[in-house]
């Protein structure tokens, strides 16, 4: 499904991810981990095309997006059900208004069938009576689960794409989150999540990559990555044991 | 030093890409209907009061000004001509695109810049919609629409202003004064000021719209964005005036 060949990108003249190569199938389960500006989320955005490889190649579902105009990324986008950090609804729409989006730009349903698909969708991610609320009145969780359900809405996507879909909630929220991302992946769909919380992706991934000064420095399963020797794979692990010991 | 003239040079460009991208979106399917109400909502009637309130005193003080300076060559009844001139062509259509960059130029460039930071436009772009075509274009349409209205409400108003000074402080005809305005209502006066607003409303909206999306760095970033938008556009909107008044001088025949 994705195929990335020897990617370097950068925002200036440090690379922010160096020579990366990947190959994640349609139906894995990734975890994307390392510390703060490892290059965690740039590996989503050049997924999705949203910013472009200054060398190698990306391929998607077999397109070659590497150098492919923004016009033509639809498609491809349209594969992909991604959640943003900190869920990124439109401030100015009310949480039915968000959820509708997509279903109002893309789709010719009646207002009646989109209000019926939207109580329907915000019933799966469990915060149904949110519907008239605006986004800066929800808590933390209530903001990812419902940009879950604006990205449901969207397509039918063939991957997940989280991106630090748990960070800054509590335990309690961090868990539901993480049981609602196990509920939508059930049917074989693939998901990538990038996260610094290793108890977050052990609860939701099979495949893990680490992500060290824009390198990838492990690509394995959870064992191998909890007796992986690299020191500063230690070393992060070390901050988390506690909560899986 | 190259390295700043390229990075100018790639600006002027994203600029000049997205300002016509943004007009241009006026012609082509989707609308975005909704959201231009909004904006004409936002730009016009929330810059009604504030545009109205600054151009009336611009127009009492030019009134006592002029009266004060006129009476000394015994030429008071001409307050009302230079007032006129000054304010129909000159001194509405900018002090009315000076307040309207400092209040929506500020407002479109910080709310397209949390948009960005907040990866709402990412959003947008993942889910297939145009991010020019459904934020720049209504902002630019609404501008080059609301700030020509704006203006002309903010004349009146100014020349009401200036009225009340010349009658009741400077003890002038109201007759005099109001003959001497109609006797300047030319076209070519009144077209030099209508014209302008069209322009100060796309250089106000296109760059505010361009500094908001490239927005980068956080809180720093955002307001160094909002700065930068509401500086350039009172620099454009100055230059342009002298330009503009230049090209329109000449074609519309005044001689100088």
């Given amino acids: 499904m994705i195929v990335f060949d020897n990617v370097t990108f950068g925002y200036g003249p440090k690379p922010v991810l160096e020579a990366a190569s990947l190959n994640i199938g349609a139906d894995e389960r990734v975890a994307i981990l390392g510390g703060s500006g490892e290059g965690k989320t740039t590996i989503l955005k050049l997924i999705l095309g949203l910013i472009r490889a200054d060398s190698g190649h990306i391929i998607v579902d077999g397109t070659n997006i590497t150098d492919k105009p923004e016009d033509e990324l639809s498609e491809i986008r349209r594969k992909f059900s991604i959640v943003f950090q900190e869920g990124a609804l439109f401030d100015s729409l009310s949480v039915r208004e968000n959820v509708a989006f997509c279903l109002r730009e893309f789709t010719k349903m009646s207002e009646e069938e989109i209000f019926v698909k939207v109580a329907e969708l915000l019933k799966i991610v469990g915060v149904e009576h949110a519907i008239d609320l605006m986004p800066d009145e929800l808590s933390g969780g209530m903001h990812r689960r419902v940009a879950i359900a604006r990205s449901l809405a969207a397509f039918e996507p063939k991957m997940f794409l989280y991106d630090e879909a748990t960070t800054g909630l509590d335990p309690v929220n961090a868990d539901k989150i993480c049981r609602l991302i196990n509920e939508l992946c059930k049917e074989g769909t693939g998901m990538i999540i990038v996260t610094h919380k290793v108890i977050d992706a052990f609860k939701v991934a099979r495949r893990f990559l680490f992500l060290q000064n824009g390198r990838i420095i492990f690509d394995g399963d959870r064992p191998g990555l909890l007796q992986s020797e690299n020191p500063d794979i230690q070393e992060f692990l070390n901050e988390f044991r506690h909560e899986f010991d | ?256």
């Avoid at chain 2, 943004?22 to 909502?41: A, C, K, N, S, T």
């Avoid at chain 2, 810049?113 to 609404?142: A, C, E, N, W, Y």
């Avoid at chain 2, 009225?163 to 005099?176: L, M, R």
Wanted: net charge positive; hydrophobic share 50%; charged share 15%.
């Fill in chain 2, 1 to 256: 030093m190259k390295k700043d003239l390229k990075r100018t040079v790639d600006d002027l460009q994203e600029y000049y890409l997205l300002s016509a991208k943004g007009l241009i979106g006026v012609f082509r399917r989707p609308f975005y209907f909704h959201d231009f109400i909004e904006q004409m909502d936002y730009c016009g009637a929330g810059s009604l009061l504030i545009v109205c309130l600054v151009l009336l005193f611009i127009g009492m003080a030019l009134s006592l000004r002029l009266a004060a300076e006129l009476s000394v060559m015994g030429l008071k009844m001409y307050t009302g001509k230079v007032v006129g001139i000054s304010i129909i062509s000159e001194i509405g259509p900018v002090a009315a695109a000076l307040v309207f960059s400092g209040r929506v130029g500020a407002g479109m460039a910080s709310e397209l810049g949390l948009m960005i930071l907040g990866h709402q436009v990412d959003s947008l772009r993942v889910f297939g919609v145009d991010p020019i075509k459904k934020l720049v274009t209504p902002r630019i349409l609404s501008s080059i629409i609301m700030l020509p209205a704006l203006t002309l409400i903010g004349d009146a108003v100014s020349l009401i202003g200036a009225w009340y000074i010349a009658v009741y402080v400077s003890h002038q005809s109201g007759y005099v004064y109001w003959n001497s305005i109609q006797y300047e209502l030319t076209f070519g006066n009144v077209f030099l000021g209508a014209f302008k607003p069209f322009v100060f409303g796309y250089i106000i909206s296109s760059i505010s719209c361009y500094k908001g999306l490239s927005t980068r760095g956080g809180a720093v970033g955002l307001r160094r964005s909002t700065t930068t938008a509401v500086v350039l556009s009172i620099v454009m909107i100055i230059v342009a005036d002298f330009v503009l008044t230049r090209i329109l001088l000449y074609v519309l025949g005044f001689s100088l």
